[in-house]
């Protein structure tokens, strides 16, 4: 039995974040957005590339910005800072990093730049080494996209959805509708080789066939 309880609570207000929960949100977020990302690319303080200056990376409210020097990135946060004064938004130094290459004779080196900073705080600044997790993939400052622990991820994940109480086909409907592609965009990002590719499905292929307790070396066709 359950019962509705026919009152109102208290009014909720939404004080940080992007409100969700209606269709209508991604578009007005989108359109309240629009004059920072044009002001940067009008502005040109970006990565050369070719003949196209670079200035901004953007995904959802995930913002990356791109500069060739320090005073430039300096520059495209004072405008980034400015627009959130004027709308109200808010910058979360904490949840951000930053690095300079500077390139040398033999190689490249990762220099520290004490002009980027947030709402008066300095950005967490990413060493050699470091890698920070960005949509989901791990973004290293020298060789980009950081090759992800495919085969960790995927021996945890079969063993969670072996361990959980239901049948072998729904637990293969997990593994190929949930797992497979969180797995593909991962890999397919930084790149990963053909030959690790196979060593993946040759894994995944004897996990399913471990939960219906078949031999491995029986047909990967099941009728």
């Known amino acids: 039995m359950g019962s509705r309880i026919k009152c109102l609570s208290e009014v909720i207000e939404i004080l940080t974040g992007v409100k969700q929960g209606d269709p209508v949100s991604l578009m007005m977020f989108n359109l309240s957005i629009a004059p920072l990302l044009r002001r940067l690319e009008k502005i040109r303080n970006g990565f050369k590339h070719g003949r196209k200056s670079v200035t901004l990376l953007v995904f959802a409210d995930d913002?990356?910005?791109?500069?060739?020097?320090?005073?430039?990135?300096?520059?495209?946060?004072?405008?980034v800072e400015g627009f959130c004064q004027l709308t109200g938004l808010r910058l979360q130094a904490e949840k951000c990093h930053r690095f300079l290459i500077r390139p040398t004779e033999d190689s490249d080196t990762i220099s520290d730049c004490d002009l980027w900073k947030v709402n008066g705080s300095k950005l967490n600044r990413m060493d050699l080494g470091s890698s920070k997790r960005y949509l989901g993939l791990g973004l290293d400052p020298r060789i980009g996209l950081a090759k992800p622990e495919l085969q960790e991820k995927l021996d945890?994940?079969?063993?969670?959805?072996?361990?959980?109480?239901?049948?072998?086909?729904?637990?293969?409907e997990i593994l190929k509708r949930y797992a497979i592609?969180?797995?593909?965009?991962?890999?397919?990002?930084?790149?990963?080789?053909?030959?690790?590719?196979?060593?993946?499905?040759?894994?995944?292929?004897?996990?399913?066939?471990?939960?219906?307790?078949?031999?491995?070396?029986?047909?990967?066709?099941?009728?």
């Open 156 to 172: 945890t994940w079969v063993k969670n959805i072996g361990d959980a109480p239901l049948k072998v086909l729904q637990r293969a």
């Open 63 to 79: 913002l990356v910005l791109l500069s060739v020097s320090c005073d430039g990135m300096q520059g495209n946060i004072m405008v």
């Open 181 to 223: 592609p969180r797995l593909l965009y991962a890999a397919d990002h930084p790149g990963t080789n053909a030959s690790y590719f196979q060593s993946l499905k040759w894994a995944k292929r004897m996990a399913v066939k471990s939960w219906p307790h078949l031999p491995s070396s029986m047909s990967d066709f099941i009728p």
